[in-house]
């Protein structure tokens, strides 16, 4: 395995690469790498890719000035180790300055989907995401990207920026990764006490009694919407972010739910951990 | 040469292009074609551009609400007759709703150097052109693109964004094309009735005169900015919408020019035709 810091290092790297008509498939990450990374990581090499490329970047600005951008876990040695036996071909590390040298002054934003759930809760988090996924995009040039699901609404923005911008990269989607309890790895478990680790489960529990309740009949959003935000209160250790109930992939408020896709999404703090959780639910025509 | 409205046929036809390793290279127009526009055209075919793409599209992002969207010139097949006389081999002329279809969310914004001279006086405006450009080269992915100096503070965003968001596409300048008297080639000069066109002349002379008070020593951008506005103002026909002096690229404002390149940015209208022009003038370390 190859890595680069530098953009041109890459980019060297890859445009033989590219030249031979090898396919590309790419997984940005911000490092501390866990199952949900390494199962994008082997996506992109069992979906074809000649050459897999990772990106291990911890973006300051997709984080909130009183957010955990200096305290978001890092640890290259290990994630290097993890990349090697995932099978990444090349890894990128840029620093800082490599990224957002003095005088950057572009930024991507995608407004409407943005205004609800971490788009609400998280000022300029998104308008980050995508300005750093567009110059990933353009640094790496890959045929195929990979995203998680757990993080819904930034794939539903990737997903409209990448359509928006024309840009020549097929995004992809992988299911979430959950622990035996059903709780969604994150880098930002780590922040969890083995109490607060425990409790966290609520979030996926919650969840899947409220999908249930779909399953079962109900189409009130506001309705559903309770269900999520009884279940995260219902354990004491949890502090509610959101509970949304909204389309997607267009991230509407609903009156009513179906026919077609809902996103069923919470946030909530477990200590100083904000984790973040969703289902899908697809209601037919009824 | 070939036309192509839908961008999936436009890159059908470069894929190959791509594919055998030929250079591409692109002009970005709005149409209405003048010798300004042909003179790129035939920059990128003299630089090694084995395949010259060209588009036209008058972009209502970059518009505002009171300004000539709806009556900005248009002569597509005039511009087709010119387009293959310059030697393009495909021409991209996408309807509106193929460049922002329905659900359309995402913008592209340059700051700090868009907070003066045209990006003052028409707010929102460089949003449009670098949502358009990034599209475009998107696109067409190009290895060059081709934009002339008269639309200086365009270029400036243009380079600005396309290091920032790490654009693979270099992008070249060429110099201002102008009639005999001096006035900057412009698709708008068609609203000049033969009074105001006889008087827009002074934009240039003003130009070249302050010019010539820097090449004599002069070094106070005030005093320079007021022989700018004096220059237009002694115009009858002439209403001054801006006169700058700033530095080049980066579009500072200034006390004092110098040492370096700095930017004598003028916008005045002249009937209801708003006309731009400008020349950057180089000041050694004295």
Redesign the interface.
């Known amino acids: 395995m190859e890595v680069f810091e530098r ?1 041109a290092d890459l ?1 060297g790297y890859l445009a033989p690469v590219r ?1 031979q ?1 090898r396919r590309i498939g790419f997984v940005p990450t911000m490092g501390f790498l866990h199952a949900g990374h390494l199962a994008l990581m082997r996506a992109a090499r069992s979906d074809g890719a000649d050459c897999v490329v990772a990106s291990i970047f911890v973006n300051p600005l997709q984080f909130g000035p009183r957010e955990d951008y200096r305290d978001y876990p890092r640890d290259l040695d290990k994630d290097k180790e993890l990349c090697m036996q995932a099978g990444v071909d090349a890894l990128f590390v840029p620093p800082v300055e490599e990224m957002y040298p003095r ?11 943005t205004d609800v759930l971490c788009g609400r809760s998280r000022p300029g988090h998104f308008k980050g995401v ?2 750093v996924v ?2 990933l995009f ?2 790496a ?1 890959p045929d195929c990207a990979y995203f998680g699901l757990k993080d819904a609404q930034q794939v539903a923005v990737i997903q ?2 990448t359509e ?5 990269v097929e995004v992809k989607v992988h299911p979430t990764v959950r622990e035996k309890d059903g709780l969604a790895v994150s880098s930002r478990n780590i922040y969890l006490s083995p109490q607060e680790r425990q409790a966290a489960a609520v979030v996926y529990r919650t969840l899947e009694r409220t999908a249930e309740a779909v399953k079962k009949g109900e189409r009130h959003a506001e309705r559903l919407k309770k269900l999520l935000e009884d279940g995260i209160r219902s354990e004491q250790l949890s502090r509610l972010d959101y509970a949304e109930v909204v389309s997607w992939p ?1 991230l509407r408020l609903l009156a009513q739910i179906g026919p077609g896709r809902t996103l069923l999404a919470v946030a909530a703090y477990f200590g100083t951990a904000r984790l973040i959780d969703n289902i899908i639910v697809d209601v037919g025509v009824e």
Do not use: Q, S, Y
């Open positions: 953009t980019r030249a008509g005088g950057f002054a572009t930024h991507v934003e995608v407004t409407g989907i995508a300005t567009v110059k353009n640094i040039r409209r920026m928006d911008l024309n840009l020549p267009d």
